[in-house]
């Protein structure tokens, strides 16, 4: 290959992935337009768009081996943007402001929540990206928090069902949480897309796939919520585990303290 063609080349696998981040800007970006004229819907498409833009940015940078500080670091700010800002304009003019004139400061406190803890949430990734377990995340992805906000306004436009607010401020608060806890999410980043797997996964992808087309509102949504509960479920169910485990060994220690207190003569 020419001298030239090759840099050019080289140029081109570091730009590819930023195009996808770019990408996933401009949708966040037009999210926030469109929840600001009050054309929710297409809010809420923008942001599945910019989930989408946001994941095949870092399959492509680590299929091209073109992941560099720069890339993650912009990737960052656009995620503020598109799953931390672009939400929580999205649910406060879908259903916070609805609280009423009285309570308009609560409804932009929990508008704001979603968008603090989201920056939060990024910046421990990033700073913590060398030694958290690749299995998990710690918190809630920020693009799930805003998935199920679009999602949700999706299914509530498709269903004809006119958002609870009080609901949705603690929702939002609760999504919050979520973020900036230290509950452990699976990634699926495990998960070796280019090794052969079992037929049963290509079955699961079919089944999803008919159950994406039969409703293409409810299903996704419940995707999400239940990747969003599936967290909070696995720590409670974990903790009392090891709740048990120590319980056993207490009652294992007592009772060789009573053998070995039986067994002295004196």
Same mark, same amino acid.
């Given at each position: 290959?020419?001298?030239?063609?090759?840099?050019?080349?080289?140029?081109?696998?570091?730009?590819?992935?930023?195009?996808?981040?770019?990408?996933?800007?401009?949708?966040?970006?037009?999210?926030?337009?469109?929840?600001?004229?009050?054309?929710?819907?297409?809010?809420? @498409?923008?942001?599945?768009?910019?989930?989408?833009?946001?994941?095949?940015?870092?399959?492509?940078?680590?299929?091209?081996?073109?992941?560099?500080?720069?890339?993650?670091?912009?990737?960052?700010?656009?995620?503020?943007?598109?799953?931390?800002?672009?939400?929580?304009?999205?649910?406060?003019? @879908?259903?916070?402001?609805?609280?009423?004139?009285?309570?308009?400061?609560?409804?932009?406190?929990?508008?704001? *929540?979603?968008?603090?803890?989201?920056?939060?949430?990024?910046?421990?990734?990033?700073?913590?990206?060398?030694?958290?377990?690749?299995?998990?995340?710690?918190?809630?992805?920020?693009?799930?928090?805003?998935?199920?906000?679009?999602?949700?306004?999706?299914?509530?436009?498709?269903?004809?069902?006119?958002?609870?607010? @009080?609901?949705?401020?603690?929702?939002?608060?609760?999504?919050?949480?979520?973020?900036?806890?230290?509950?452990? *999410?699976?990634?699926?980043?495990?998960?070796?897309?280019?090794?052969?797997?079992?037929?049963?996964?290509?079955?699961?992808?079919?089944?999803?796939?008919? *159950?994406?087309?039969?409703?293409?509102?409810?299903?996704? *949504?419940?995707?999400?919520?239940?990747?969003?509960?599936?967290?909070?479920?696995?720590?409670?169910?974990?903790?009392?585990?090891?709740?048990?485990?120590?319980?056993?060994?207490?009652?294992?220690?007592?009772?060789?303290?009573?053998?070995?207190?039986?067994?002295?003569?004196?």
């Amino acid at each position: 290959m020419p001298k030239f063609n090759k840099k050019v080349a080289e140029r081109g696998v570091y730009v590819l992935p930023s195009l996808f981040t770019t990408m996933g800007l401009f949708a966040g970006f037009y999210s926030l337009i469109a929840s600001i004229q009050g054309n929710f819907e297409t809010a809420a @498409w923008a942001i599945l768009a910019a989930a989408i833009f946001d994941m095949l940015d870092g399959r492509v940078a680590r299929l091209l081996h073109a992941e560099t500080d720069f890339g993650a670091e912009y990737d960052s700010l656009c995620d503020m943007l598109s799953f931390g800002v672009a939400p929580a304009i999205l649910v406060y003019f @879908w259903a916070l402001v609805n609280l009423g004139t009285d309570l308009h400061r609560l409804a932009w406190l929990g508008a704001f *929540f979603l968008v603090a803890c989201a920056a939060i949430r990024l910046a421990r990734f990033n700073v913590k990206l060398d030694v958290q377990d690749k299995r998990y995340f710690q918190g809630l992805p920020t693009p799930a928090a805003a998935l199920l906000i679009a999602m949700a306004v999706l299914f509530h436009l498709d269903a004809k069902i006119e958002p609870l607010p @009080w609901l949705w401020f603690f929702l939002s608060s609760f999504l919050a949480w979520l973020m900036v806890s230290n509950v452990r *999410f699976v990634s699926g980043k495990d998960l070796d897309l280019k090794k052969r797997q079992s037929s049963s996964v290509l079955l699961v992808m079919v089944a999803l796939v008919a *159950f994406l087309a039969i409703d293409p509102y409810r299903v996704p *949504f419940t995707i999400i919520l239940a990747y969003c509960l599936h967290g909070p479920l696995m720590s409670l169910w974990q903790n009392r585990r090891l709740a048990e485990a120590r319980k056993k060994r207490k009652l294992r220690r007592k009772a060789n303290k009573k053998d070995s207190t039986d067994e002295d003569p004196s």
